[in-house]
């Protein structure tokens, strides 16, 4: 492979640690792709004949089809993608397949493969986003006004409603678009035509071949042009952020499942059985969703360190770029879809979420606040008189709408009858219509605005 200087064959060992072509192939698409533009250019530019260039592109065209048509023989001793391709080449049209590489390296070459496949990640995940969140804001339009109980530290705290929750999610994930995006932005500039690192004395034309490519611009430096790797880290860093959030959603849908909660109900498209216990329906989607969270940020953390210590500019360290990257995008593309799935499926059980909405002193907060309105009474002087009736309700068994009134009046003579309006949960949630906050025409409003985003 390596021309005259070589005599004898690679050892074993070297070959099973050096050989990437059983999982750079995944870059077999975006590699023609490139060769096809730098050919074009190098027509182009006069560097190499016209009848030449024609015969590649031919000749990459049947490489192509040999690909997706599972008939090309990868071969490890070609070490990876870029061998195996030009090598075929070389049999399918003779001569011509050794102009191609003029004016490039495997550096710049896989360089510009990587993007282009990490930036159609990118895309993908934009895409499973807006589907996952079109699902959250079915959901929080059908459960605008459904209340159930909104917890800090997983204890009661206030009433929510349905829609409200659904909704923050699609807020999350909304900014996970927005990284994607970001970071294909960024990520969108042609490394080709670098070469090994210093650039090259053939008169090429990087801003054809980075149009042709779609990208915006070519680097501006072909040191970095060949040894940056930022932009997989930046979309191992995005897909790392989404997969906690996807995590997070996931953890509470496992919870809501359970007997103990009864919040949703999953379909059988979504659960599975237990081989000994004919009972259980398990939200394994939901849990391996969660789990998938692990991978995905050891993709990061693992990236990194690869990167950490590397001089520039282009190290054979860079060839564990890809396993990592290709692990965390299938994982997480496979999770967004499996959590736009959950969500369509889910059924939200109105009478479990009504009851728990109203256990736990609930609207606690909202005696407080109706002291603080209709007596004038500082926050802090309501928040201990409604702590006393909590014990009070507490001491008795019942829940604070089931104090009688004289039971109150003991503890604070101003408390009116008027008071009960304020502890029930439906007048709870429909009061906190501040910017942002849990009532349902608030849900609505957001609802429409999500709608109109999403198109
Ligand atoms: N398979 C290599 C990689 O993924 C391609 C670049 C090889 N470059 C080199 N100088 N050996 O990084």
Redesign the pocket.
């Known amino acids: 492979m390596w021309g005259g200087r070589f005599g004898l064959g690679p050892d074993a060992v070297l070959e099973a640690i050096n050989a990437?072509i059983d999982y750079?192939k995944r870059l077999a698409t975006q590699d023609i792709e490139a060769s096809r533009a730098h050919a074009a250019m190098l027509a182009a530019t006069g560097i190499i004949s016209h009848s030449d260039a024609e015969a590649i592109r031919e000749g990459l065209l049947t490489v192509l089809s040999e690909i997706e048509s599972g008939s090309f023989r990868f071969q490890k001793a070609l070490?990876?993608?870029?061998m195996n391709v030009e090598s075929r080449l070389r049999e399918l049209i003779g001569e011509p397949a050794g102009r191609l590489h003029t004016a490039r390296?495997?550096?710049d070459?896989?360089a510009t493969d990587?993007r282009l496949w990490v930036r159609e990640r990118c895309d993908a995940a934009v895409a499973g986003l807006e589907a996952l969140m079109r699902a959250l804001v079915a959901q929080a339009e059908q459960g605008a006004d459904l209340v159930m109980p909104g917890f800090t530290h997983l204890q009661t705290a206030q009433p929510v409603t349905w829609g409200h929750h659904m909704l923050a999610y699609a807020e999350m994930f909304a900014r996970d678009r927005g990284r994607f995006l970001d970071a294909r932005a960024r990520m969108n500039e042609s490394p080709l035509g670098a070469a090994?690192l210093a650039g090259t004395s053939f008169p090429i034309d990087r801003e054809m071949t980075a149009k042709a490519l779609g990208f915006d611009r070519p680097m501006a430096n072909s040191i970095d042009a060949v040894s940056a790797r930022d932009f997989a880290l930046e979309f191992l860093s995005a897909s790392a952020i989404c997969a906690t959030h996807l995590s997070r959603l996931a953890e509470e849908i496992v919870i809501w499942c359970s007997a103990e909660f009864g919040f949703v109900k999953l379909s059988d498209a979504f659960t599975t059985g237990s081989s000994i216990m004919p009972q259980k329906r398990n939200p394994d989607a939901a849990e391996l969703v969660r789990a998938k969270t692990g991978r995905i940020l050891g993709a990061f953390v693992g990236l990194g360190i690869v990167l950490k210590g590397l001089p520039l500019a282009?190290s054979?360290d860079?060839?564990e770029?890809?396993e990592q990257v290709f692990d965390a995008a299938d994982s997480l593309l496979l999770a967004i879809a499996a959590a736009e799935g959950m969500i369509r499926d889910m059924q939200p059980v109105p009478q479990r979420l009504r009851e728990a909405a109203g256990r736990g002193f609930s609207t606690a907060t909202d005696l407080a606040d109706w002291l603080v309105r209709r007596l004038g009474m500082p926050f802090r002087d309501a928040h201990h008189v409604t702590g006393t009736l909590v014990k009070e309700a507490e001491a008795r068994g019942c829940d604070l709408a089931g104090l009688p009134l004289e039971a109150m009046q003991q503890v604070h003579g101003g408390i009116t009858a008027e008071v009960y309006e304020v502890l029930g949960v439906d007048n709870s949630v429909a009061s906190r219509r501040s910017h942002g906050g849990t009532a349902p025409d608030q849900v609505r409003t957001q609802v429409a605005r999500w709608k109109e985003i999403l198109g």
């Open positions: 990437s750079d070490e990876d993608i870029h390296s495997r550096n070459q896989v990587f090994a282009y054979k860079m060839q770029d890809k």
